[in-house]
């Protein structure tokens, strides 16, 4: 016997929408008083005076078009916030905490194409799952929808034809991270050497516009001298130039969009003077970014607390924040924003709202919970391939665990704590790809068989995280 989920009950253009569950675990959408021309965007059945389609991507599509809601939309310079998804089942926990949270928009559609890849999902699976999910909690305060961490033309097409409308923009992998700490005949030759041209610009071009340029912040002035600016253009130069091929890709696709610069996934900190020379040169050349991320001080890892000085970095998100509203406003971005309760007061406090958090794994890492309850072995098991898989896992991310600390013979009502301990929840936080290889299936049906159990359990976590950034 089918079971309506009763918070997905919405009426739109004298019609009703909602959401059932039915005995074998898939879902459908019933529409009910609506006119053929209506339901003819769907795929599905009459049923009596009730049209029921099977919730499937090409429904998915046909609701968007139909509940202008879940359409993704831009959030413009309005506090936002991302939650990743690498499941495609945590959206109803993650809609739960938004709408006890009022004045923060959400991207609940958000993830790069490196996860993409290990999950084995589409652009189109990732906006779909999102859009069922917001729809089965009744969610109709507008969502958006983020292609995270891009890097190349070609996915962002893909993700641009499934209907994303946040881009950001990453090519940090063109950092040069030495030129952070080279000596300055080294930083020299460095910028002399990179290709300005596709900037209309060089190297000294950009010398003589921005050094000696005082920027005047509410602090006090930040002063451009020649040595910075020269190391801003040896050190962001080259992403400068994919960067700015990457936002014209966006550009000709003619696409709704916004955009968001992100050189945060990198070893060594953004300077003031970097910040500065980097967003001034993508302005000159036309673009306008709604948000950008930094690389702040300290270290933001996976999974868990900030790791660092905090009162410097209350300070280093303080002066990046002053630079972005002189220079903007543009929104500043806090990524890998997972699970760093304690820094979320002073990232609000400097940006003064005017911020976007970005949140992907811990949704992950907290159905894990789910699992250790109900089938601690597997939980075990979800370890052991996690910990044999690490050395190719851990590429790309921040990580300081020590696998040698993690124990491995961890009774049942202990194996809940390896979610929590910072070594097991780093290593199986980035284990994702391996495990749902091996154990997808078996994991999504407990998370099916326990759904509300998971949704209540994203919810408490969610809010948390979103309720520093909520109406003041």
């Known amino acids: 016997m089918s079971t309506d989920y009763a918070a997905s009950r919405v009426s739109y253009e004298g019609a009703e929408f909602r959401l059932q569950r039915n005995d ?3 879902q ?12 003819a965007a769907f795929s599905g059945r009459r049923d009596g005076d009730a049209f029921v389609a099977p919730a499937t991507g090409e429904n998915a599509a046909a609701l968007r078009s139909v509940l202008p809601w879940l359409k993704p939309r831009r959030w413009g310079l309005e506090t936002s916030a991302g939650t990743g998804d690498r499941l495609g089942l945590a959206t109803p926990g993650h809609v739960q905490a938004f709408k006890d949270v009022a004045g923060v928009n959400p991207v609940f559609a958000q993830q790069s194409t490196r ?4 999950t084995h999902r589409t652009p189109r699976n990732v906006l779909d799952d999102a859009t069922w999910g917001a729809f089965q909690e009744g969610w109709t305060g507008g969502v958006g929808a983020d292609a995270d961490h891009q890097k190349t033309e070609e996915s962002l097409s893909e993700c641009a034809e499934a209907g994303f409308v946040f881009f950001t923009i990453d090519p940090g992998d063109e950092m040069d991270m030495a030129a952070h700490d080279d000596d300055e005949a080294t930083v020299r030759s460095k910028a002399a050497a990179i290709d ?3 900037l209309d610009t060089s190297a000294d071009d950009i010398v003589s516009r921005y050094a000696g340029q005082t920027i005047e912040l509410e602090s006090g002035p930040l002063t451009l001298d020649e040595e910075s600016v020269l190391r801003a253009v040896a050190k962001a130069g080259p992403a400068l130039v994919r960067g700015l091929q990457l936002i014209n890709h966006v550009e000709g696709l003619g696409v709704e969009h916004e955009l968001e610069f992100a050189i945060d996934e990198t070893d060594k900190p953004t300077t003031l003077v970097e910040h500065v020379v980097v967003v001034k040169e993508l302005q000159r050349n036309g673009v306008e970014l709604i948000s950008f991320a930094p690389r702040w001080v300290g270290q933001f890892e996976k999974g868990v607390e900030y790791i660092g000085d905090r009162e410097a970095l209350a300070k280093n998100f303080s002066d990046h924040a002053e630079i972005a ?11 890998s924003g997972s699970d760093k309760f304690s820094i979320y ?6 940006t003064r709202g005017v911020a976007h958090l970005k949140t992907a794994g811990t ?23 996690s910990l044999e898989s690490f050395e190719e896992n851990r590429h790309s991310y921040h ?12 009774p049942d009502d202990k194996v809940g704590e390896l979610v929590t301990a910072l070594e097991s929840r780093q290593v199986m936080h980035v284990g994702y790809g391996a495990v749902l290889d091996e154990y997808g299936v078996q994991i999504k049906d407990l998370l099916n068989t326990h759904e509300d159990e998971y949704a209540a359990l994203m919810k408490e976590h969610f809010i948390a995280h979103i309720a520093p950034f909520g109406k003041r």
């Not at 007061?345 to 400097?350: H, L």
């Open 196 to 198: 300005l041209s596709s």
């Open 325 to 335: 509203r002189v220079l903007g406003p543009y929104k500043l971005s806090l990524h």
């Open 115 to 118: 996860e993409m890849g290990r």
């Open 399 to 410: 990580l300081s665990c020590d696998t040698t600390r993690i124990p491995t013979d961890v």
């Open 24 to 26: 074998d675990r898939s």
């Open 345 to 350: 007061p002073s990232f609000v406090e400097a």
């Open 363 to 385: 949704s992950w890492i907290e159905a894990l919970r789910i699992v250790a309850a109900h089938d601690p072995q597997l939980l075990r098991d979800i370890l052991k391939l």
């Open 28 to 39: 459908s959408l019933v529409i009910t008083g609506a006119p053929e021309s209506l339901t």
